[in-house]
């Protein structure tokens, strides 16, 4: 059974600070997704890695995939507010024919 | 091109009714997908299909069913509502097997069943 653990769930922090996202999954998978939730909002894809060693960046975020370590980190530099919501990453094992397995969510509050 | 959408956006039910939500996608997507998000658990996939005429369960199916008769429409019913499924329904959709292989977010349906 896929498991995909997020971490931290709550995060709270200061403008114009560095911080990550940590996404751990336990079995082998073909993709890797991140998205953003605002409140009682749909979700905004963010990005989709595919490979062992991908980094894809979009403005202050950014984010790798290590497979070996089944791993996923989405990065946030120098925070601002507007970057405050809930991210979740996903992962797919079956080329997404079987839908997408969901961490619970990383809810960040940055702070002016 | 209006992308994913879900009717209705809000529905209170009593215990025991029941009810049809519909999701419609204009992107001519293969895949498409029901999920509930609930506080604290993250989005849990309830049915999928991959085409259509197909459909499959997913981690959550108990209490629904689904239909896809035209590959545009994915339906989800609810025959006899618990308040346990008080939740936020979103339907998605890809195309598949090829790139782009992003999934695609309806606006949700937020049901409260009492």
């Known amino acids: 059974e896929l498991k995909v653990e997020q971490n931290p769930l709550f995060l709270s922090m200061q403008e114009g600070k560095n911080y990550t996202i940590y996404c751990n999954y336990s079995?082998?998978?073909?993709?890797l997704y991140w998205y953003r939730q605002d409140p009682g909002k749909s979700l905004e894809s963010l990005f989709v890695?595919?490979?062992?060693?991908a980094v894809k960046q979009e403005g202050r975020l950014m984010a790798s995939l290590d497979t070996k370590a089944r791993l996923s980190t989405l990065h946030i530099t120098a925070a601002v507010h507007d970057l405050s919501a809930t991210y979740f990453c996903?992962?797919?094992?079956?080329?997404?024919?079987?839908?997408?397995?969901f961490g619970k969510g990383t809810h960040l509050i940055i702070q002016p | 091109n209006a992308g994913v959408t879900q009717t209705p956006k809000f529905r209170v039910l009593k215990t025991g009714q029941s009810m049809t939500l519909l999701c419609a996608q204009d992107?001519?997507?293969?895949?498409m997908y029901w999920y509930r998000q609930d506080p604290g658990m993250g989005l849990r996939l309830i049915h999928y299909?991959?085409?259509?005429?197909?459909?499959a369960k997913g981690e959550v199916p108990d209490g629904y069913n689904v239909s896809r008769l035209k590959k545009q429409n994915f339906l989800l019913g609810l025959e006899s509502a618990a308040p346990s499924q008080t939740s936020v329904y979103f339907c998605?959709?890809?195309?598949?097997?090829?790139?782009?292989?992003?999934?695609?977010f309806g606006p949700g349906t937020r049901l409260t069943v009492t």
């Open positions: 996903a992962v797919s094992s079956g080329g997404g024919a079987d839908g997408l397995t």
């Open positions: 998605a959709s890809s195309y598949g097997w090829d790139t782009p292989y992003e999934q695609y």
């Open positions: 890695l595919l490979s062992n060693g």
């Open positions: 299909s991959v085409g259509e005429g197909t459909t």
């Open positions: 992107m001519n997507h293969e895949y």
């Open positions: 079995t082998t998978s073909d993709r």
